[in-house]
Structures are given as structure tokens and as C-alpha cells.
């Protein structure tokens, strides 16, 4: 039997490490310890997962994590111990290869969102910096790609350098700035933007045969994220990021959608439900290959 609607898979890449009050930044340390533990510089460890959808015989990647590009002492720093690029190898598991790739969608430009567009740093020594994924057209949202131009002095060091001119002289970057991109599946894929953690963050919405989906990006890094109050100390505009998770949840709840993590160590994605106004995550999928949505 030919399955017509669109296949979903998650897909990790490099795991990193980063402290855990920054990740958790309005909750206090003896309630964060209970979800998640830290190593012993406080550290926690996070995926950085990418979103791969297959559909009519096009693919769709919604972030390449942070990849292996850093330097010995920055991915020491930031935990990023696998000199190895995990998503390519993983991508490879599924018979995908960064060749065969259609579409590179970016919430934003972090290092932890976008590094896996380069390669590991030992190929960037011998053969300086390139994009992968070489067939691919490169989606990022308009406002995004202007903040990672010119950055505040408050978060210039998430961003790499040099990655905006990459995606510029590639001649496959498109710009988002509405809710549609013309001309690329505007009956499966819209946009939804959030400020609260970077301006212009571009959640990707698939409409898949059995329900909707977001990727929620930084917005709600995972499961321990969901709860309205938390935010992290990474946000730009907290108070705002509040407003713009109980937005998105208004339609998650009432339209039953699935929503993506990409930090989650554990689950992938999950439902969401309203519990007298506290929001709760229900129906975790840990391990999704294929999975038609």
C-alpha cells in the first residue's frame, strides 16, 4: 500500500552541554536538578534534533543542530565531545544523504540551530569553511537572518561568523516573511514567528493527513519548557516568550497538534493539554522513524 501523506522522522545530531541555570533561568536550581541533572560544572546535556519530512519524494530538513565545527577549546567548552557529524550519520542510517536533500529550514541562526550546516572541523582545516547539503534550498525567516547580520552585543557570540555571507553566495537562500513561501507546498507548510527568544524565530508548521505539527525551536526547548512560567536565561524578551507560548498553545490544545523539541533528550515530540490553565505534555514519542502524521 503507498502511503501518500507525509512520513516524519527525528533525527539526532551532536549533543552539547550548557549550564543549567542558563538553560532554566527563572526556576531555581534544587527544582531543575529534579528534572535534569548536571554534570559537575552544572552543566546539562541537551539534544540538538533535527525534524526530517518526506514528502512526494521531496525532503525537508528543519534544522542541522549544532554540529562538530567548533574548535577543540569551544567544543570542550560547550560539550560538543564528538569530533564526528552525527546528523549526517544518522541522516545516513535513514539512506538519506546531504546530497539528496530539498529543503534546509532554519528557526534561526544560533550556532546550536545552524552549525550542522558546516562541516566537522577537522574538514574545515583541510578544506576551509563550505555549506553542506548542496542541492538544498535554504529557508530562513527574514527578520532571523537580519539579526544574525547584525546582532546585539548581547547575543553576538551565538552566532557564527561568516554564516550569513555562506547562505548569501550560495544562491539557494529564499527569506520568509509571511506565513507562506510561494511556490514551496503552501497547502502542506506555514510559518508562525516568535520574539520572545530571538527576534523573528520561524516555527515551520507541517498539516500532515492526521494532524498538524510545529517545531517549536527555542521557544519550548522540550518537555521540562512546556510549563508556562519557564524560560530561559538565553531569552531575549522572557515576559513576551510567555505570552507567545500561551498563543501557540491556545491553537495546540484546541486543534490537537504535535509539537517537535529539539533539546528534549528523551522524547521527540508530544501532545500538549490544558489542565485548569497549566499546560502539560501528554503522549511522548521517544524514538520516530517514518512515522505518517
Not at 525567516?141 to 551565538?158: L, Y
Not at 505539527?213 to 530561559?232: C, E, K, Q, R
Not at 515576559?239 to 533539546?263: A, Q
Request: net charge negative; charged share 25%; proline share 6%.
Amino acid at each position: 500500500m503507498t502511503i501518500v501523506g507525509p512520513l516524519l522522522s527525528a533525527v539526532e545530531g551532536n549533543r552539547q552541554k550548557l549550564d543549567g541555570g542558563a538553560m532554566f533561568g527563572n526556576v531555581p536550581r534544587p527544582m531543575w536538578t529534579k528534572w535534569l541533572n548536571p554534570d559537575e560544572r552544572g552543566r546539562i546535556e541537551l539534544a540538538c534534533r533535527a525534524m526530517l519530512v518526506e514528502w512526494e519524494g521531496k525532503k525537508i530538513l528543519c534544522e542541522t543542530g549544532v554540529g562538530a565545527f567548533f574548535d577543540p577549546k569551544l567544543a570542550e567548552r560547550f560539550g560538543v565531545e564528538d569530533p564526528s557529524h552525527h546528523l549526517l550519520e544518522n541522516l545516513a542510517h535513514l539512506g538519506v544523504s546531504s546530497d539528496s536533500v530539498d529543503y534546509v529550514i532554519l528557526s534561526h541562526l544560533h550556532f546550536d540551530h545552524a552549525g550542522g550546516l558546516l562541516p566537522t572541523w577537522k574538514e574545515i582545516q583541510d578544506h576551509g569553511q563550505y555549506l553542506l547539503f548542496p542541492n538544498a534550498t535554504y529557508i530562513v525567516g527574514a527578520q532571523a537572518f537580519a539579526r544574525a547580520k547584525k546582532p546585539h552585543f548581547r547575543d553576538k557570540a551565538s552566532f557564527i561568523p561568516g554564516m550569513t555571507g555562506l547562505l548569501e553566495d550560495s544562491g539557494r537562500l529564499r527569506l520568509v516573511e509571511g506565513a507562506r513561501l510561494p511556490g514551496v507546498f503552501e497547502d502542506r507548510l506555514e510559518f508562525r514567528f516568535t520574539d520572545g527568544h530571538t527576534p523573528g524565530q520561524m516555527h515551520t508548521v507541517f498539516r500532515g493527513d492526521q494532524r498538524k505539527l510545529v517545531f517549536a525551536g527555542d521557544l519550548i526547548p522540550g518537555t521540562s519548557w512546556v510549563h508556562l512560567p519557564i524560560t530561559m536565561g538565553y531569552d531575549r524578551f522572557p515576559e513576551k516568550l510567555i505570552d507567545e507560548k500561551r498563543d501557540l498553545y491556545e491553537t495546540i490544545v484546541s486543534e490537537d497538534w504535535w509539537c517537535f523539541y529539539t533539546h528534549d533528550l528523551r522524547v521527540a515530540l508530544s501532545r500538549i493539554r490544558d489542565e485548569d490553565g497549566k499546560f502539560i505534555p501528554f503522549d511522548p514519542q521517544e524514538h520516530v522513524v517514518r512515522k505518517a502524521f
